[in-house]
């Protein structure tokens, strides 16, 4: 069952009478729909909303450092007006909100909405088929939708044509995973326990390490992440992280050939 967040998504995007999701505008989209924003540095959180009587502030943080992002954080805050005009409320929203982490009803529709304007299912699958799996290709579908690559990564888990999973951490400590459903690998309980200490994510927490562009997929074994069954071969496979580090966050992105 389609949810109302993404029928919501294509309503507009029908609206707009586009075909190419990047030429929408987002502050004239919330401007249509009774919003302003305002771009003004804010502490601890990338977007802001106030929704009184039918009309809504947007603020956006003008430290963001990449437009993508600022265009999920948009799209998230139109989500807000759209699908919840009836409330009376503030939404402030951060990479526990924007990354899937917080799990909020609210939230997730804002998301999901944000996902589907921007990414719209079929254009998304479309992009994939027959594309091979790898960091590469997560920048390239990022460029092509004008997406962060966090978002170009959960999209893919839905979406892509190859099985993959992700783990969020902050501060070192893992706050969420996701996989496809076609990843049949056992993950042990590892939220708000350390990165593991052979990981790609913890080069990063314990030496600063950043991987160039051309290294950023490297090979690791999979009991690296996974649980290793009685009769599971601790096979290679690969982790590429996308680091933010204002947030000290990784996604950790876990697959194999």
């Known amino acids: 069952m389609i949810s109302k967040a993404v029928l919501k998504a294509r309503e507009v995007f029908g609206y707009c009478g586009i075909e190419d999701p990047t030429a929408i505008s987002l ?47 948009l799209a998230h805050e139109l989500g807000h007006i759209l699908l919840h005009s009836n409330n009376e409320a503030t939404f402030s929203d951060d990479y526990s909100t924007l990354e899937a982490y ?13 996902t589907e304007l ?5 254009l ?57 459903p076609q990843l049949y690998c056992k993950i042990p309980e590892r939220n708000k326990l350390s990165v593991p200490s052979d990981s790609v994510a913890n080069e990063y927490y314990s ?29 290679p496979m690969f982790e590429f992280c996308v680091i933010t580090p204002r947030y000290n966050t990784v996604v950790s992105v876990i697959w194999e050939k």
């Open 27 to 73: 502050p004239d989209l919330i401007i249509y729909y009774n919003g302003i924003v305002n771009e003004t540095p804010l502490n601890n959180c990338d977007g802001r909303m106030v929704m009184k009587n039918g009309r809504s502030i947007v603020s956006l943080n003008s430290n963001i450092e990449f437009p993508q992002k600022k265009r999920f954080v």
């Open 102 to 114: 917080k799990h909020g009803s609210q939230e997730k529709e804002a998301n999901d909405f944000a």
């Open 118 to 122: 921007l990414m719209p299912e079929l």
């Open 124 to 180: 998304f699958k479309n992009a994939c088929f027959k594309q091979k799996f790898s960091p590469d290709l997560i920048r390239q579908l990022s460029e092509k939708f004008n997406t962060s690559l966090t978002s170009t990564i959960y999209r893919f888990i839905d979406l892509g044509n190859h099985p993959i999973c992700i783990f969020f951490s902050k501060d070192g400590k893992i706050l969420y995973h996701k996989k496809s």
């Open 207 to 235: 030496q600063n390490r950043i991987y160039r562009k051309e290294d950023s997929a490297q090979q690791i074994s999979k009991s690296t992440w996974f649980e290793l069954g009685d009769y599971d071969k601790d096979t």
